[in-house]
């Protein structure tokens, strides 16, 4: 790996303007109000999560004295320090839009926010009386003592701080602790006329906590927020059982280090210095905040709304592709291939393949990866289904997959109590690949139906996340898939596919040898371009591959919703390389290649974003698409993203980024989606209208 800062931008600096643009869109006065609202929690959230990963990391690399460099020769200590000072600008700004712009124009639209200092009487005696009747029961006030016997506190949860005074004959303030934990008890509606108005329940607390401490003098009280470290890995090379490993390593997260404190701005001297000691944490890791901690709980004010006028218009998928109701999912796959953009196109056939997998008598096997599923996942249950109805069915439940592992855990039992075989992944390694493959029992033999994706199968996020399916019933593709399962969950070694590449295997390397005929081919004076869309493009030796097929002329044009460590538009290096990133209504997350490759176009799909992590350190597929109708659709779908000018930002060459070109009437990619969806199933709907089927005889 090279390590040059002139050749890459630091991985996390990087994130952070990502997530900047995240809360860009909680500043657009175009946005509409509660999606503003929206965005600015989901950046907040987005930053507690960076905090937990990846600020977690660092300090642990620092704790541990780990001498590595990353691309751009930065040691763990000074990239620190350089996103410490970048995420404290960043939350100064957060807090800016929220009380600056969002709360003023939510007030306006009757959604307000009450200080306790200005409550009418009857709000007053509604909260005196919950407090007594629901808040002193549900929370528990807990006196420190000893900062280091002190009990635990939960990550991303509101709790506050109570300063009392001296008692007598001493003189040092006393302590303690209000933990609101996992309770309900935030956002507490107050009663009114007309206006939804509400205050926070730390708030109620500081007004009314001095009941909770009767005899005594409650000097001040302050809201804080304790972020812990979640950069906690499981061994795998001892031989232990890997779910019981995974359940320690969800309970070390509960009390692993603080990497960040938010606290509010009326804290006292005495009590920061007292949270301090209590948290151990580092000066430079407080946030005194302006406004309430925790910005990602305002998700739940802006769910409140029932406003559809400040809210982005309703979406449901009703375009389902290719697929007919009441024509099996089968006779449709083995009629042709067919590709689905989701959220414009529906979820609901890949649910179909498995729901008819379950309780078609030809289907003799399944056999299905599974990453992050939804709270009542239908596919887990016609999974389960499936094998009590004696199919044999094989899947790869991930359980490292991280913030979902309790849940992945829950569903792996339940799927072993049915009958299915599961198995927890690869050793070593993360199972990212989205596949699942059906064998059916047919005239001519047996056939192998296939789903590829781009994303999980979660048909929750599959109307909130932009990802590709691809279904067919290509007998290579359906060779080479059983032969992945086969490989993955037995001990054979990975063989050759006819089709298929997969990490860490040989997913690098076909996409390099894609970049050097490009390069190859530029060099020779002949047409040459790459066009990609990605989540992050940080693997060094991808991006310095994507420099020499620019500075051999290859047009490349890169859609970049996350992380870029390549610079892009740089004289003598990547002149010839363009990214865009679009952050909008739903989240980017398809992986899709187009490589000209001399008029013979090589369009492929990807679980795997370009990072090191995807290439060396999960099970990835490489899938090529093989249809030729499904291979123009993914090229319009990347022309499209390439020409957005509404959404689009374009990276600029130092990691930051320019404005949309035309955010008010410009072109909007995720709009455009949704109006070719609504025309194609208004095309279908008039077809069936015209379309005259003869019943025979039962």
Same mark, same amino acid.
């Given at each position: 790996?090279?390590?040059?800062?002139?050749?890459?931008?630091?991985?996390?600096?990087?994130?952070?303007?990502?997530?900047?643009? *995240?809360?860009?869109?909680?500043?657009?006065?175009?946005?509409?109000?509660?999606?503003?609202?929206?965005?600015? %929690?989901?950046?907040?959230?987005?930053?507690?999560?960076?905090?937990?990963?990846?600020?977690?990391?660092?300090?642990?690399? +620092?704790?541990?004295?780990?001498? %590595? /460099?990353?691309?751009?020769?930065?040691?763990?200590?000074?990239?620190?320090?350089?996103?410490?000072?970048?995420?404290?600008?960043?939350?100064?700004?957060?807090?800016?839009?929220?009380?600056?712009?969002?709360?003023?124009?939510?007030?306006?639209?009757?959604?307000?926010?009450?200080?306790?200092?200005?409550?009418?009487?009857?709000?007053?005696?509604?909260?005196?009386?919950?407090?007594?009747?629901?808040?002193?029961?549900?929370?528990?006030?807990?006196?420190?003592?000893?900062?280091?016997?002190?009990? @635990?506190?939960?990550?991303?949860?509101?709790?506050?701080?109570?300063?009392?005074?001296?008692?007598?004959?001493?003189?040092?303030?006393?302590? %303690? *602790?209000?933990?609101?934990?996992?309770?309900?008890?935030?956002?507490?509606?107050?009663?009114?006329?007309?206006?939804?108005?509400?205050? #926070?329940?730390?708030?109620?607390?500081?007004?009314?906590?001095?009941?909770?401490?009767?005899?005594?003098?409650?000097?001040?009280?302050?809201?804080?927020? *304790?972020?812990?470290?979640?950069?906690?890995?499981?061994?795998?090379?001892?031989?232990?059982?890997?779910?019981?490993?995974?359940?320690?390593?969800?309970?070390?997260?509960?009390?692993?280090?603080?990497?960040?404190?938010?606290?509010?701005?009326?804290?006292?001297?005495?009590? #920061?210095?007292?949270?301090?000691?209590?948290?151990?944490?580092?000066?430079?890791?407080?946030?005194?905040?302006?406004?309430?901690?925790?910005?990602?709980?305002?998700?739940? *004010?802006?769910?409140?709304?029932?406003?559809?006028?400040?809210?982005?218009?309703?979406?449901?998928?009703?375009?389902?592709?290719?697929?007919?109701?009441?024509?099996? /999912?089968?006779?449709?796959?083995?009629?042709?291939?067919?590709?689905?953009?989701?959220?414009?196109?529906?979820?609901?056939?890949?649910?179909? #393949? +498995?729901?008819?997998?379950?309780?078609?008598?030809?289907?003799?096997?399944?056999?299905?990866?599974?990453?992050?599923?939804?709270?009542?996942?239908?596919?887990?249950?016609? $999974?389960?289904?499936?094998?009590?109805?004696?199919?044999?069915?094989?899947?790869?439940?991930? #359980?490292?997959?991280?913030?979902?592992?309790?849940?992945? +855990?829950?569903?792996?039992?339940?799927?072993?109590?049915?009958?299915?075989?599961?198995?927890?992944?690869?050793?070593?390694?993360?199972?990212?690949?989205?596949?699942?493959?059906?064998?059916?029992?047919?005239?001519?033999?047996?056939?192998?139906?296939?789903?590829?994706?781009?994303?999980?199968?979660?048909?929750?996020?599959?109307?909130?996340?932009?990802?590709?399916?691809?279904?067919?019933?290509?007998?290579?593709?359906?060779?080479? +898939?059983? %032969?992945?399962?086969?490989?993955?969950?037995?001990?054979?070694?990975?063989?050759?596919?006819?089709?298929?590449?997969?990490?860490?295997?040989?997913?690098?390397?076909?996409?390099?040898?894609?970049?050097?005929?490009?390069?190859?081919?530029?060099?020779?004076?002949?047409?040459?371009?790459?066009?990609?869309?990605?989540?992050?493009?940080?693997?060094?030796?991808?991006?310095?591959?994507?420099?020499?097929?620019?500075?051999?002329?290859?047009?490349?044009?890169?859609?970049?919703?996350?992380?870029?460590? @390549?610079?892009?538009?740089?004289?003598?290096?990547?002149?010839?390389?363009?990214?865009?990133?679009?952050?909008?209504?739903?989240?980017?997350?398809?992986?899709?290649?187009?490589?000209?490759?001399?008029?013979?176009?090589?369009?492929?799909?990807?679980?795997?974003?370009?990072?090191?992590?995807?290439?060396?350190?999960?099970?990835?597929? $490489?899938?090529?698409?093989?249809?030729?109708?499904?291979?123009?659709?993914?090229?319009?779908?990347?022309?499209?993203?390439?020409?957005?000018?509404?959404?689009?930002?374009?990276?600029?060459?130092?990691?930051?980024?320019?404005?949309?070109?035309?955010?008010?009437?410009?072109?909007?990619?995720?709009?455009?989606?949704?109006?070719?969806?609504?025309?194609?199933?208004?095309?279908?709907?008039?077809?069936?209208?015209?379309?005259?089927?003869?019943?025979?005889?039962?």
């Amino acid at each position: 790996m090279s390590v040059d800062k002139e050749l890459f931008v630091n991985r996390e600096l990087s994130w952070l303007e990502f997530n900047q643009r *995240v809360l860009d869109e909680a500043a657009d006065a175009y946005v509409p109000l509660m999606e503003r609202l929206k965005f600015l %929690a989901i950046t907040a959230s987005n930053l507690d999560e960076f905090f937990m990963v990846r600020i977690g990391s660092l300090q642990t690399a +620092i704790r541990n004295n780990r001498p %590595a /460099v990353d691309a751009c020769g930065l040691t763990a200590k000074q990239q620190l320090n350089a996103v410490v000072e970048r995420v404290h600008r960043m939350v100064a700004r957060m807090y800016d839009i929220y009380l600056s712009e969002l709360e003023p124009a939510l007030k306006e639209l009757g959604m307000r926010r009450r200080s306790v200092t200005s409550l009418t009487p009857q709000q007053s005696d509604y909260l005196s009386q919950l407090f007594d009747e629901q808040m002193a029961a549900i929370l528990t006030p807990i006196a420190v003592h000893d900062p280091d016997e002190f009990p @635990l506190l939960s990550g991303r949860t509101i709790n506050v701080a109570v300063q009392l005074a001296p008692a007598d004959g001493e003189e040092g303030f006393r302590f %303690a *602790v209000v933990p609101f934990g996992q309770s309900d008890l935030r956002f507490i509606s107050l009663p009114g006329e007309g206006d939804h108005e509400y205050v #926070l329940g730390e708030d109620v607390v500081e007004l009314l906590g001095q009941r909770f401490f009767s005899g005594e003098e409650v000097v001040s009280c302050a809201p804080f927020r *304790v972020t812990r470290n979640a950069d906690l890995s499981v061994r795998e090379d001892d031989g232990t059982d890997l779910l019981s490993e995974m359940e320690d390593v969800l309970e070390e997260r509960k009390d692993s280090f603080c990497v960040r404190l938010e606290v509010s701005h009326s804290v006292t001297t005495p009590t #920061l210095s007292f949270l301090k000691q209590l948290l151990k944490v580092r000066e430079e890791d407080i946030h005194v905040v302006p406004g309430p901690a925790g910005l990602k709980d305002m998700m739940e *004010v802006a769910s409140a709304s029932v406003d559809s006028r400040y809210s982005y218009p309703a979406w449901e998928a009703t375009s389902t592709g290719g697929f007919e109701p009441g024509v099996s /999912v089968f006779e449709t796959i083995r009629n042709g291939d067919q590709l689905l953009y989701h959220p414009y196109d529906s979820f609901e056939p890949v649910v179909r #393949l +498995i729901e008819e997998a379950a309780v078609d008598p030809d289907v003799l096997a399944i056999k299905q990866t599974l990453y992050r599923t939804s709270r009542r996942s239908p596919i887990v249950n016609a $999974l389960m289904l499936a094998a009590e109805n004696g199919k044999n069915v094989t899947v790869m439940v991930e #359980l490292k997959a991280r913030f979902d592992e309790a849940r992945n +855990i829950a569903w792996a039992r339940q799927l072993e109590l049915a009958g299915v075989q599961v198995i927890y992944g690869v050793r070593g390694l993360k199972t990212h690949a989205k596949a699942c493959v059906v064998v059916r029992r047919e005239t001519n033999g047996f056939r192998r139906y296939c789903h590829f994706g781009t994303g999980n199968y979660n048909e929750s996020t599959a109307g909130l996340y932009t990802d590709v399916s691809y279904m067919t019933a290509n007998a290579d593709l359906g060779h080479d +898939i059983i %032969a992945w399962f086969n490989a993955t969950t037995g001990y054979s070694q990975l063989q050759q596919f006819r089709q298929l590449h997969t990490a860490p295997v040989s997913l690098r390397d076909r996409l390099l040898a894609l970049i050097e005929f490009e390069t190859q081919q530029a060099r020779s004076g002949l047409d040459a371009g790459i066009s990609a869309k990605v989540n992050s493009l940080v693997d060094p030796d991808v991006i310095e591959a994507l420099y020499t097929a620019s500075r051999a002329g290859v047009k490349i044009r890169l859609n970049v919703r996350g992380i870029c460590c @390549l610079r892009p538009g740089v004289s003598g290096l990547s002149e010839n390389i363009s990214v865009t990133s679009v952050i909008d209504r739903f989240l980017e997350h398809a992986r899709l290649f187009h490589f000209t490759h001399g008029g013979d176009n090589q369009v492929l799909l990807s679980s795997a974003d370009l990072m090191p992590r995807n290439l060396d350190r999960r099970v990835e597929l $490489l899938v090529p698409i093989l249809d030729d109708d499904c291979r123009r659709q993914v090229i319009r779908i990347l022309e499209l993203c390439h020409s957005d000018t509404a959404k689009g930002r374009r990276i600029l060459e130092d990691g930051t980024f320019a404005a949309p070109k035309d955010p008010e009437s410009g072109i909007r990619s995720q709009l455009e989606f949704q109006a070719r969806a609504t025309a194609r199933h208004k095309a279908q709907e008039d077809a069936r209208r015209t379309t005259f089927t003869p019943l025979g005889p039962q």
